[in-house]
């Protein structure tokens, strides 16, 4: 766009012969010029701050970033929270991807996720982590606490953990994270990793967990809010 902008006032004065046309053309194309010129720089500018807003910025250990506003608006929890730990060799920026792994880490029923950033040792290997917090536990089977029944797939009101990962998944991608999807639990927390790995796909791309006890329930099938919840 720049270039036409610089080369039509140019070929407007080598096509006209009069000295009154070439002077209005000149007028008109130094105004579109000028505004071409100006939208061009605008666009720069925009190209610019969006690069930098989607960057994946690192952080010092045990200082985590948070994607909380953006992940927990309007989602039936009370406890919601994501952390997002990213060593300085997984930062992307302008013409750089690291591609370090993704790792989960899912506490267990009636823990948080108040201490993976002291020991997740994601630093030291060179792995972005990613802790979210549940409510008390994981919605991995049928609970008494739930507002709905198990069967009520199209729930609103209890938390659809299988979204909820997706969410930051696809809000890391957003951000630059391009590495493979892993996830890590303990108790509950595993319970958690092997749901996601039974609905693994298109939105839930888990390569693999690491779990610590607790397998899914054998029946029922599918229980909970969404379509992700096999």
Known sequence: VLCIALIVPRYCHSITTSNNLSSNCSNTFTKEHKTMTMMLLTNLLFIAILSHATALDSNVPEKPQSLTDIICAGRPRTECEVELDVPEACATGVGEDPHCPIVFFFHGSGGNNDGFAKKSGVHTANMIGVYPNGEGGWNTGPKSENNCKWSDFSCPSDPDESDFIASIIEEIRVLGGTGNIYAYGTSNGAA??????????????IKGI???VTQLLASPERSGPGSLNY
């Open 192 to 205: 958690l990793a092997h749901r996601l790995a039974s609905n693994g796909g298109t939105r839930l791309p």
């Open 210 to 212: 690491i779990v610590g």
